[in-house]
């Protein structure tokens, strides 16, 4: 039992290497967790991954004129990623067309963009570095950005909490408020977009969005209610940073594809053991999530 213990918490406690980048990795876990509820809940889950394709220009433009400087890359990757997000809805809103059309033809063309800037000047180690991120490597400042982050998109997500549940359960009756849901709505595009950008230093860009999405998938198989799905998804995220950290030290796996890896695992786990719509699943059917089904968040 003792070295089952030793086993689980001693790189945390002889390597500081190891405690920084648990407590970043936790720290980006609260601040994405709660936004990939509401990406899954209001079926913009797709929109997370192409917000996280879409920085790259961004973070590729700033690497070249800085180098590997985590506040140019992070301003170069907010702009790029909120330059898409307007460029799509500006583009379906003027041409009639959908809008997932349009944000996949922008986020494809920023992706092929970015890593063709990437691979102009920097070498497969910088592009590695970019796409996957480097958590045991966590610098003071990528390290001090990922508080500011959580901080800041905690604070923003409490302001904006009681219009997205609304937003998410009666797009009409918000709008009727007047601008407050579409404020909301900016407000929390935002937070995807700064979280991202915030979680590539850790994780990558090809990955971060993993930590977004995928705890919140699973949380919804094990409960219907809002703020439990809240809680679990924080939890799934962190013990999955905490696993694959341990995985990253004891058998040399790159950081963030176990993590994810992990959090894909338990995502297939859910679907077939989940109490409420997994394939083993026995008694009645339970009822879906669909946004006329109020008191499943509330």
């Not at 359960?169 to 579409?182: A, C, E, P, Q, R």
């Amino acid at each position: 039992m003792l070295d089952l213990i030793s086993l689980l918490f001693a790189p945390f406690i002889d390597y500081q290497f190891m405690r920084r980048a648990l407590v970043g990795c936790a720290t980006l876990s609260l601040g994405t967790a709660p936004i990939g509820v509401f990406l899954m809940l209001r079926r913009l889950s797709l929109t997370g991954d192409a917000m996280a394709h879409a920085i790259l220009p961004g973070v590729a433009l700033a690497y070249l004129l800085c180098g590997l400087s985590v506040v140019a890359m992070t301003i170069g990757g907010l702009v790029a990623g909120l330059l898409v997000a307007m460029l799509a809805g500006a583009t379906a809103l003027k041409t009639k067309s959908s809008e997932d059309s349009t944000l996949a033809a922008f986020y494809l063309s920023s992706l092929a963009l970015g890593v063709l800037l990437i691979s102009a000047k920097g070498s497969n180690i910088d592009l590695l570095h970019v796409l996957f991120g480097t958590a045991l490597a966590l610098d003071d400042t990528a390290f001090t950005l990922l508080l500011i982050t959580c901080v800041c998109s905690l604070v923003v997500f409490t302001l904006i909490y009681r219009p997205l549940v609304l937003g998410t359960l009666d797009k009409d009756y918000l709008d009727s408020f007047g601008s407050s849901g579409k404020v909301a709505h900016l407000a929390f595009m935002f937070l995807v977009v700064a979280n991202l950008v915030a979680g590539f230093h850790a994780l990558g860009t090809l990955m971060a969005v993993g930590l977004m999405i995928l705890p919140a998938c699973i949380a919804r198989f094990w409960t219907r209610k809002l703020e439990p799905m809240l809680l679990l998804s924080i939890l799934l995220s962190v013990a999955a940073c905490w696993a694959g950290l341990l995985l990253s030290y004891y058998f040399g796996f790159s950081t963030s594809p176990s993590i994810v890896l992990l959090l894909a695992a338990c995502y297939l786990i859910s679907v077939v053991f989940s109490p409420l719509d997994g394939l083993l699943r026995s008694g009645k059917p339970t009822p879906s999530f669909n946004h006329n089904n109020k008191d499943m968040l509330l």
